[in-house]
T-cell receptor
Framework: GAVVSQHPSRVICKSGTSVKIECRSL??????MFWYRQFPKKSLMLMAT?????????EQGVEKDKFLINHASLTLSTLTVTSAHPEDSSFYIC??????????????FGPGTRLTVL | GENVEQHPSTLSVQEGDSAVIKCTYS??????FPWYKQELGKRPQLIID?????GEKKDQRIAVTLNKTAKHFSLHITETQPEDSAVYFC???????????FGKGTSLLVTP
C-alpha cells in the first residue's frame, strides 16, 4: 500500500490564527488527494477533493475560503484552516488514491492531524 | 448523492465468536466497497474491499459479501480476538477517483 504522511500530527492554536496541515504521498505520485474531517466518535466526512494543478472541489457546506487547499505537486497537498475558531477543532485526515491497476480505487490514509483551537 | 447506512453502531462479542456488520447504500452506480478499521486516535486502515463484479471475498478471518440487487454489503469477522476491537467503517464509491462515502461506524468490542 501507499505511504502517506501528515504534518503536524497535533497542533494547538489560539482562536483567529491560521493553521497549515501538510499531506505527503511518500512512495508514489498522487494526482488526487482527499481531505476528511472526523469529530470524536463520529464518521469521516469528506471536505474536499484535491487535484494536482487545479482547484479543489469542495463538498456542500464546506467553505472554500475557510479551508484553503493547495495541491501544488504530485506528492504534496496542504489544507489551511484560516482564522480558526474552537468549532474547527477536529481530527483532519488526508487520503491519497492509488495510481496503478486495481489499486486506483483504494484510498490510503494519512495518520491525521489533531487540531485544537483555544 | 450516495448515502451509506451502517448497523449496528456498537457490537460486543465474546472472544472466538463471529461478528457481522451490515451496510446499505443508495446509489446504484456505486461499485467499490471498502471496509476500514480505525483504532482510537489512529488512521483508518483498509482491511478488505470488494468490487461490484464479485459477490464475496475472503481474507483469512475476514470476509465481505455484496448483494447488488438489494444494495447491501456485510463484513464478517470469524474467531474474533481482543485485538479486533476497534471502530469499523464501511464505505462506497464510484470508480475512477471518486471520494468515499462512509457509514457512521461500528464500535466492536471483543471481550476475553
Amino acid at each position: 500500500g501507499a505511504v502517506v504522511s501528515q504534518h503536524p500530527s497535533r497542533v494547538i492554536c489560539k482562536s483567529g490564527t491560521s493553521v497549515k496541515i501538510e499531506c505527503r504521498s511518500l512512495d508514489f505520485q498522487a494526482t488526487t488527494m482527499f481531505w476528511y474531517r472526523q469529530f470524536p466518535k463520529k464518521s469521516l466526512m469528506l471536505m474536499a477533493t484535491s487535484n494536482e494543478g487545479s482547484k479543489a472541489t469542495y463538498e456542500q457546506g464546506v467553505e472554500k475560503d475557510k479551508f484553503l487547499i493547495n495541491h501544488a505537486s504530485l506528492t504534496l497537498s496542504t489544507l489551511t484552516v484560516t482564522s480558526a475558531h474552537p468549532e474547527d477543532s477536529s481530527f483532519y485526515i488526508c487520503s491519497v488514491r492509488g495510481t496503478s491497476g486495481a489499486s486506483t480505487d483504494t484510498q490510503y490514509f494519512g495518520p491525521g492531524t489533531r487540531l485544537t483551537v483555544l | 448523492g450516495e448515502n451509506v447506512e451502517q448497523h449496528p453502531s456498537t457490537l460486543s462479542v465474546q472472544e472466538g465468536d463471529s461478528a457481522v456488520i451490515k451496510c446499505t447504500y443508495s446509489d446504484s452506480a456505486s461499485n467499490y466497497f471498502p471496509w476500514y478499521k480505525q483504532e482510537l486516535g489512529k488512521r483508518p486502515q483498509l482491511i478488505i474491499d470488494i468490487r461490484s463484479n464479485v459477490g464475496e471475498k475472503k481474507d483469512q478471518r475476514i470476509a465481505v459479501t455484496l448483494n447488488k440487487t438489494a444494495k447491501h454489503f456485510s463484513l464478517h469477522i470469524t474467531e474474533t480476538q481482543p485485538e479486533d476491537s476497534a471502530v469499523y467503517f464501511c464505505a462506497a464509491s464510484i470508480n475512477s477517483g471518486y471520494a468515499l462515502n462512509f457509514g457512521k461506524g461500528t464500535s466492536l468490542l471483543v471481550t476475553p
